[in-house]
């Protein structure tokens, strides 16, 4: 049974790895230790994963030297550098069949790598009867399998796997209600990691090079996706290129301004020098407690979990038959023409798979050769028109093509349309249209 008096969190940084320890004593008393240990990835969670040796030897000597030889259950935080975040909107569905909608989503969106991710969900807004917006986070079989052999050599037993990402909103958001947060974080190599929040949730995680520090290369990344500009607050992990950036941003009035936590008894950070460090690993340890924490491990156990009853089921099953054969049956004929049939059947299945592959791949391919082909149409359009109006915005998705754009009269509009139709694109539609001053704003959409 799992002490939740004692909680043991180690977070994997591609700087350095974090160890927290928590204890509940008498009287409800709580003792809270934290460590960390250089650990240079060279910038990348691949190299993390490569380098298993050192890696391990550094989470075998705290065990050893924290605990003895004590077999320890522990929560990991890891990078998000080769993970999944998307929001979706589907239709309003049960709570039964939500499972199984959100993985067809992820099969269509990511065909080549569905199968090889775990994911959970939250829903953000939901109207019964209407809609549902979810936000998916997901992770790499790989990564959560590389991770679990190495604490399981080094004396451990994996308890869950959760970003720290996740695991940090905890704490921003229990600060700031209804509030969006921009958090830098140093990645070295001249490269940080920008997440922003709304309230306890990442919506954008990207990475950036500090040699962008001009303001309008921020301003563009910060406005994808019609995100609102200024955010409300920032913060940064005290490196010195999150703290460039930061004040980049500050300064040009896109970021209102820096939050700082104050300790209220809550996540105990003050009792480190550097409390940024122990953010992600107090938030998880709240999560934890209010059984919020996304666990990716559960989810990479669960088919492994299925696989081995459905195994103990066949073997139970081939055991009931061949006794059956042996007791009941002079003859064993029939038995074998069954273990014919299904090792027939076996080899039907594998084929069908092996076509279903190669089908999903061809139809990912063909809609690459549509994609290529629409933004070659594009080009050769925006050249044809670049005289008669100012571009101000495209966006392609899904076989549509949505432009902004400003004229001065309808007849630039006319001839957009006669040469968007001449290359091919059909059913022009003008979604929006504004004159003003003798200008004129427009918003056309077309398909490919």
């Not at 969106?109 to 953000?124: F, G, R």
């Not at 003050?270 to 559960?298: C, Q």
């Amino acid at each position: 049974m799992l002490n939740i008096a004692k909680q043991l969190l180690i977070e994997v940084t591609v700087q350095e790895i974090r160890f927290l320890y928590w204890e509940r004593g008498l009287w409800g008393k709580s003792t809270i230790s934290f460590q960390s240990f250089p650990y240079e990835a060279g910038g990348s969670e691949i190299n993390i994963l490569k380098d298993k040796s050192t890696f391990e030897k550094i989470l075998k000597d705290y065990r050893l030297n924290t605990f003895d030889q004590t077999k320890m259950s522990v929560r990991l935080l890891i990078p998000f550098q080769n993970g999944l975040i998307r929001d979706f909107r589907l239709p309003w569905i049960t709570k039964r069949e939500r499972d199984s909608a959100v993985r067809y989503y992820l099969q269509h969106e990511v065909p080549v790598l569905a199968d090889e991710l775990i994911y959970d969900y939250q829903v953000i807004e939901e109207k019964e009867r209407e809609y549902l917006n979810i936000k998916v986070i997901a992770a790499r079989k790989d990564v959560i399998a590389a991770y679990a052999q190495c604490l399981e050599q080094a004396g451990y037993v994996l308890r869950s796997v959760e970003y720290s990402v996740s695991a940090l909103g905890e704490i921003l958001g229990s600060r700031s209600e209804e509030k969006r947060i921009l958090c830098l974080q140093g990645l070295g190599e001249n490269k940080i990691q920008l997440v922003l929040y709304k309230e306890d949730l990442p919506e954008v995680i990207r990475e950036l090079s500090i040699e962008q520090d001009d303001v309008p290369k921020y301003q563009i990344f910060l406005g994808l996706q019609d995100y609102e500009l200024p955010v409300d607050l920032i913060i940064t992990d005290g490196s010195a290129s999150a703290d460039k950036v930061s004040g980049l941003l500050l300064k040009s009035g896109l970021a209102k301004e820096q939050l700082k936590i104050v300790n209220r008894g809550l996540t105990l950070a003050s009792e480190f020098k550097d409390e940024f460090r122990t953010y992600a690993l107090l938030g998880e340890l709240n999560r934890v407690k209010g059984k919020k924490n996304i666990d990716f491990y559960s989810s990479f156990l669960h088919p492994l979990k299925v696989k081995t009853i459905a195994f103990l089921l066949g073997v139970f099953l081939l055991v009931f038959l061949l006794a059956a054969s042996l007791l009941w049956y002079p003859r064993t004929s029939e038995y074998w023409h069954i273990q014919k049939e299904i090792v027939y059947l076996q080899d039907e299945i594998n084929k069908l798979e092996v076509q279903e592959d190669k089908l999903a791949w061809y139809e990912y391919k063909r809609n690459q050769k549509i994609v290529y082909l629409n933004l070659g149409r594009i080009q050769k359009t925006l050249e044809q028109v670049a005289d008669d109006m100012t571009l101000i915005r495209l966006n392609y998705k899904q076989s549509t093509l949505y432009i902004w754009a400003e004229c001065t009269d309808n007849t630039s509009i006319i001839k957009m349309i006669g040469i968007l139709t001449a290359e091919g694109w059909r059913e022009p539609v003008l979604v929006d249209y504004k004159y003003q001053q003798e200008n004129i704003s427009f918003c056309l959409n077309v398909k490919g």
